[in-house]
């Protein structure tokens, strides 16, 4: 099973907003609306800020949205906060034996 | 509040086994799926095996099938991992995690990690 595709890194100065693709194919991304999204600060575990594409947890700011189109899924941060600066996984549900699979993760910068 | 505890990582040499235990509190441990994550220093976030919330079904990662196996306790309200035939690319903090709900797909909460260090 082959890793998402992430972009390496992407920044944005604060209040910007900056989106964060996730390229998959049928048999993940685009086979299932089950496209969840992490953020980790270093040294910490990582948290749940979207699931199902596009729901956030319980206590997610609501500058952070997700969707989806065809085999990309994407990540959008708006309003863009200094705490923001962490690095994103997406992950999909992938089906059969294998369950899940991650991308590779992007760092986000704040400028 | 959900807490998910790993323990049992250390030093093991290549070709070792060790045990992983995650101890949950928190919520109904028999009603969620349960997970391992690792990832290896400096590096990304993998995906390693998932088990039903009543054990019966497990699932691997290709890079662990055959070397690592999942289990839980729901009397213990505990999750384990055995690791088999170690090597070095298996060094990581590994992580378990919780299934964010029943009919939703999402690790909803972690633990803080156990580091393996497989070297010699």
């Known amino acids: 099973q082959s890793a998402l595709t992430q972009p390496r890194s992407v920044s944005g100065s604060p209040g910007q907003s900056v989106t964060i693709s996730c390229t998959g194919s049928?048999?993940?991304?685009?086979?299932?609306?089950?496209v969840s999204w992490y953020q980790q600060h270093p040294g910490k575990a990582p948290k749940l800020i979207i699931y199902?594409?596009?729901r956030r947890p319980s206590g997610v700011p609501d500058r952070f949205s997700g969707s989806k189109s065809g085999n990309t899924a994407s990540l959008t941060i708006s309003g863009l906060q200094a705490e923001d600066e962490a690095d994103y996984y997406c992950?999909?549900?992938?089906?059969?034996?294998?369950?899940?699979?991650f991308g590779g993760g992007t760092t986000v910068t704040v400028l | 509040e959900v807490q998910l505890v790993e323990s049992g990582g250390g030093l093991v040499q290549p070709g070792g086994s060790l045990r992983l235990s995650c101890s949950a509190s928190?919520?109904?441990?028999?009603?969620?799926?349960m997970h391992w994550v690792r990832q290896a220093p400096g590096m990304g976030l993998e995906y390693l095996s998932s088990?039903?919330?009543?054990?019966?079904?497990?699932y691997y990662a290709d890079s662990v099938k055959g070397r690592f196996t999942i289990s839980r306790d729901n009397s213990k309200n505990t999750l384990y991992l055995e690791l088999s035939s170690l090597r070095g690319d298996d060094t990581a903090v590994y992580f378990c995690?919780?299934?964010?709900?029943?009919?939703?797909?999402?690790?909803?909460?972690w633990g803080q990690g156990t580091l393996v260090t497989v070297s010699s």
């Open positions: 992950c999909s549900y992938a089906g059969g034996n294998i369950l899940r699979v």
């Open positions: 199902d594409v596009s």
């Open positions: 928190g919520f109904t441990f028999s009603s969620f799926a």
């Open positions: 088990v039903n919330n009543n054990g019966r079904s497990q």
């Open positions: 049928i048999s993940d991304v685009g086979g299932y609306n089950y």
């Open positions: 995690a919780k299934e964010i709900g029943p009919t939703h797909v999402g690790f909803g909460h």
